[in-house]
């Protein structure tokens, strides 16, 4: 069964460090969204992607980038990670379209020291 | 901007009785709303999709509402069972990305 796939589960990292958190789907969806949840904010987009070599800035994406080489994969990748990125991250994937279903992740905790 | 508001932000009811969450949306243009929900330790699942034209959609235990003129959405829950404590997310989508709100989390006790 196609599915989507985070991993890390758990982090624990320290201020100032370079953190990458893979995303995997094997949906061959061409839309990939990464979120940050945190409690009183609900879901934050973070960054998203259209497709191969397509991304874009969502409402939190200070101190986040990602890239997209392929269909499969979008990591998210924080420069210098400081504690007000300690969160719960979500990727999700969708086909597209205006009645699009979004298929989360099962996330990642991140704590950063 | 496009919003999503939800209420109430959280609800304790006993095993067996009915709820209802309330959605408000602002999106436009507006394309449909979901409902989803997601239980502790994982992502959110979508249970149903209302779009433009529709009133009314049922999904077991769960109907949700749209009322296209007032921008309100409600997810009843009927005969409530432990597995329904969750949080409860209610999404807005129009021409691009969607919108969503924070949340209900509804915990069910025996």
């Known amino acids: 069964d196609a599915e989507i796939t985070q991993s890390p589960r758990h982090k624990i990292t320290e201020t100032g460090r370079q953190v990458t958190l893979a995303c995997h789907q094997t949906?061959?969806?061409?839309?990939m969204f990464w979120y940050r949840q945190d409690l009183g904010h609900g879901l934050r987009l973070i960054h998203y992607?259209?497709?191969?070599?397509?991304?874009n800035k969502g409402e939190v994406s200070d101190g986040y980038s990602v890239s997209r080489s392929n269909t499969e994969d979008l990591p998210l990748t924080l420069e210098s990670a400081a504690s007000s990125q300690t969160s719960v991250y979500f990727c999700?994937?969708?086909?597209?379209?205006?009645?699009?279903?979004?298929?989360f992740g099962s996330g990642t905790q991140l704590s950063v020291l | 901007k496009n919003q999503v508001e939800q209420s109430p932000q959280s609800l304790i009811i006993l095993e067996g009785k009915n709820c209802t969450l309330q959605c408000n949306y602002t999106v436009s243009p507006f394309s449909n709303l979901r409902w989803y929900k997601q239980d502790t330790g994982r992502g959110p699942v979508s249970l149903t999709i209302?779009?433009?034209?529709?009133n009314t959609k049922s999904n077991g235990r769960y109907t949700a509402t749209l009322d296209a003129d007032t921008k309100q959405s409600s997810l009843h829950i009927t005969a409530s069972q432990l597995s329904d404590s969750a949080s409860y997310i209610c999404?807005?989508?129009?021409?691009?990305?969607?919108?969503f709100g924070r949340g209900t989390s509804l915990i069910v006790h025996p």
């Open positions: 999700a994937s969708s086909e597209g379209g205006t009645n699009e279903k979004l298929f």
């Open positions: 949906w061959n969806h061409n839309n």
């Open positions: 999404v807005g989508q129009g021409s691009y990305i969607p919108t």
């Open positions: 209302m779009t433009f034209s529709e």
């Open positions: 992607s259209y497709g191969v070599q397509d991304t």
